[in-house]
T-cell receptor
Framework: GAGVSQTPSNKVTEKGKYVELRCDPISGHTALYWYRQSLGQGPEFLIYFQGTGAADDSGLPNDRFFAVRPEGSVSTLKIQRTERGDSAVYLC??????????FGPGTRLTVL | EDKVVQSPLSLVVHEGDTVTLNCSYEVTNFRSLLWYKQEKKAPTFLFMLTSSGIEKKSGRLSSILDKKELSSILNITATQTGDSAIYLCAVVRLPGSGYALNFGKGTSLLVTP
């Protein structure tokens, strides 16, 4: 079956702009996670959704970052007033129960 | 704060060699430790180790959890060029985050022909 998909695969933007990154989880997976991976680092937790609600957003670095999952399926990560330090690969993962996470291919964000 | 430290950070071996990758962790409430393989972008799941399942094996790959030493190893025998990847170790974060993971920096493995 289809895996986790993320769009766009690459996004180049200018400093100060607003971006949206989309994640389509595996159908039926109730848990959804966003991670950010900088060059040479492991993925860093951002936010966790259980159904429609953000159960844990403690990993969001500041209030420029926000994520939604209005119908408990697709999720959108939103970044306002982008900064060069936001450049990274943004990974989304979904899970049926939480213990095994299936990752998408990520969105590579470049802020110029 | 939970910590995951992997070593070595990078490794180059010849095809056919056996490699051992290391992961040490500090967590407040241990739940499970996971290994992932990352070839391009998406990490793919290899193993999950818990208090009740401290040893896992799949083909040429195996992993052991040492709860006393707070560490885990990932062994790959008879390495192949297709094993070249970044290997990530992660522990489950504190309760409240579902099964959100804290990752180490990874070990970059290059297997040469």
């Amino acid at each position: 079956g289809a895996g986790v998909s993320q769009t766009p695969s690459n996004k180049v933007t200018e400093k100060g702009k607003y971006v949206e990154l989309r994640c389509d989880p595996i159908s039926g997976h109730t848990a959804l996670y966003w991670y950010r991976q900088s060059l040479g680092q492991g993925p860093e937790f951002l936010i966790y959704f259980q159904g429609t609600g953000a159960a844990d957003d403690s990993g969001l670095p500041n209030d420029r970052f926000f994520a939604v999952r209005p119908e408990g399926s697709v999720s959108t990560l939103k970044i306002q007033r982008t900064e060069r330090g936001d450049s990274a690969v943004y990974l989304c993962a979904s899970s049926p129960r939480g213990n095994e996470q299936f990752f998408g291919p990520g969105t590579r964000l470049t802020v110029l | 704060e939970d910590k995951v430290v992997q070593s070595p950070l990078s490794l180059v071996v010849h095809e056919g060699d056996t490699v051992t990758l290391n992961c040490s962790y500090e967590v407040t409430n241990f739940r499970s430790l996971l290994w992932y393989k990352q070839e391009k972008k998406a990490p793919t799941f290899l193993f999950m180790l818990t208090s009740s399942g401290i040893e896992k094996k799949s083909g040429r790959l195996s992993s052991i959890l040492d709860k006393k030493e707070l560490s885990s190893i990932l062994n790959i025998t008879a390495t192949q060029t297709g094993d070249s990847a970044i290997y990530l170790c992660a522990v489950v974060r504190l309760p409240g985050s579902g099964y959100a993971l804290n990752f180490g920096k990874g070990t970059s493995l290059l297997v040469t022909p």
